[in-house]
């Protein structure tokens, strides 16, 4: 049965009712007021029927007092009145729903009206941008010149070609550089739309514009304008790079008015139409940023892993897009051995990897998804591998011999972090030892068959599977390595951001087990073998 009937009803009170024209048959297209202390503002809203989205809410006409611009309402009166990623849509009470979204359009509105929401303006800049599209590859945030590529049917600024290009090699079409010299200028002002003359269509406008936020900006923008026009440049790019992201402008038909008098020293460039350029970052800095905001990251930092396995080629990934091998870092991935076929059931490489040496394999992985890290791949038995003058060092093998040989020559040089699966994936556990009073991995190993600091109760029992001439093997699925993985790389993220973390960290896998250990430092053994305490 349908609600439609019921949600006109509920509406009427509010002042809203069905339009005689409708749009089509998903919508319910209504008409009314939205009540605010500066008078009730008339609207149309447009109801999916189906009720899985929030009422699409447009003024009209915009209030006079909220022309040419205000925040949250677009150019065709379209009001942004509830962020839809921090809202659940409640398909089981669509009137109420429909209510509460009307009621927080009228709230919204009443606020702009208010000037209220005028901060708002600066988060919703882009927004207030539209433009070509134009991808940016630049590292650096000082001021200079940049390159402009052609990838297919699109563009894009670098400071760096090879690299740009590498990264949008699956782009269609040719990739080329192109002889053309783009102009970047950095200001400190966020940028924000003004009520005046927006958005700003000409090279005065602009400059109007960006002197209201940055005069020193604007008088780098008009000196680069300049140069161009004088070098007698058909056209110009210039890109601003500002606090929150960058934005840009390009003028098309620079010489149009040119005068021919050399001694007319006057520019006629002021009144050159500029087309607006909406900036698609996708350099390494921000790429690696973004999802972590406000997180150190592992950026500028030399890693070493040992172990491409099941543990370590998802948690090789991680690290990388947390910034391991980017920005002057390095990644160095240590593993002797060749994919085995049998582990490609949880192993992070596939079947074209089969009998490959692991540490290139994953290398290239690497590259491949961001192909400017510094990603190096060392193919020798880690005995034989300078592993000094690193940041961190990672044991992602689970072989415990070698954990314990690891912990003996490097525990007390570098911070070093275990991470491995307890029996056939009872647990995952990881364990770094980071002040001199702390014990190392041998130390633990030691506790734990004494039976002190058990991952579960009773402890694990070793399970294996395989016969004949396959030989046995720990049988665990590639959830576990995953989650071995990411156990590693918080601990790795903690490290890096100072955060605290307790040396030792277990997370219980089974439900069929229960943990005993809480996570915890653990205290040198006396007579340690390992670290000589």
Not at 117 to 143: H, I, K, M, N
Not at 168 to 189: C, I, M, Q, W
Not at 279 to 297: C, E, F, K, L
Request: overall charge negative; proline content about 6%.
């Amino acid at each position: 049965m349908s609600v439609i009937p019921e949600l006109l009803a509920a509406l009427k009170p509010l002042g809203f009712e069905r339009c005689v024209e409708q749009l089509g048959t998903s919508t319910l297209l209504v008409e009314g007021v939205l009540a605010t202390r500066f008078g009730d503002v008339p609207c149309l809203a447009s109801i999916d029927r189906s009720f899985q989205t929030f009422p699409i809410v447009q003024l009209s006409p915009v209030p006079e007092c909220l022309r040419p611009i205000a925040p949250h309402v677009g150019a065709n009166g379209s009001l942004c009145y509830i962020a839809e990623a921090t809202a659940v849509v409640d398909i089981f009470d669509p009137v109420g729903q429909t209510l509460a979204a009307f009621e927080q359009a009228a709230r919204v509105l009443d606020q702009i009206m208010a000037g209220e929401r005028v901060d708002d303006l600066a988060e919703e800049f882009f927004a207030f941008w539209p433009g070509e599209a134009l991808y940016v590859d630049v590292s650096s945030r000082q001021t200079g010149e940049g390159t402009l590529l052609k990838v297919g049917k699109a563009y894009a600024i670098s400071d760096q070609p090879k690299r740009t290009l590498a990264k949008l090699k699956h782009r269609p079409g040719s990739h080329r550089e192109l002889d053309f010299v783009v102009n970047r200028v950095t200001t400190k002002a966020v940028p924000r739309p003004t009520p005046d003359a927006w958005p700003p269509e000409t090279v005065e406008q602009l400059l109007n514009w960006q002197g209201q936020l940055d005069d020193a900006c604007r008088r780098k923008i008009e000196a680069r304008i300049v140069k161009a026009y004088r070098k007698r440049a058909g056209s110009a790019i210039v890109v601003i790079d500002s606090p929150s992201m960058p934005y840009g402008f390009a003028i098309f038909d620079l010489q149009k008015n040119r005068r021919g008098l050399s001694r007319d020293q006057g520019l006629p460039i002021y009144d050159l139409p500029i087309t607006r350029l909406f900036m698609v970052r996708i350099d390494d800095a921000y790429v690696i940023q973004r999802n972590i905001p406000g997180q150190t990251t592992l950026a500028g930092k030399r890693i070493a892993m040992v172990g491409c396995g099941t543990i370590g080629g998802y948690l090789a990934e991680m690290l990388a897009k947390a910034g391991a091998g980017s920005l002057g870092g390095e990644l160095m991935l240590v593993d002797n051995q060749g994919l085995e076929p049998g582990n490609l059931g949880r192993h992070r490489l596939g079947i074209d990897k089969a009998f490959l040496p692991k540490a290139t394999s994953m290398a290239d992985e690497i590259k491949r998804a961001m192909p400017a890290s510094n990603v190096r791949a060392i193919t020798h038995d880690v005995r034989e591998v300078n592993l000094e003058g690193f940041d961190l060092l990672i044991d992602a093998t689970g072989e415990q011999s070698l954990g314990q040989w690891l912990a003996a020559h490097h525990s007390q040089t570098s911070p070093l972090l275990h991470v491995w699966i307890e029996g056939a994936g009872i647990a995952v556990r990881s364990y770094i030892g980071k002040h001199t009073s702390e014990g190392c991995y041998r130390c633990l190993c030691d506790y734990e068959n004494w039976g002190d600091f058990q991952a579960v109760e009773g402890g694990v029992e070793p399970l294996f599977a395989g016969q004949g001439c396959e030989g046995p093997y720990v049988p665990f699925s590639a959830s576990v390595s995953m989650q071995a993985a990411a156990l590693g790389f918080d601990a790795a993220m903690a490290w890096v951001g100072g955060n605290h973390w307790p040396g030792l960290s277990t997370r219980v896998l089974s439900r069929e087990h229960e943990g005993v250990t809480a996570d915890c430092t653990i205290l040198k053994r006396p007579g340690c073998p390992a670290c000589g305490s």
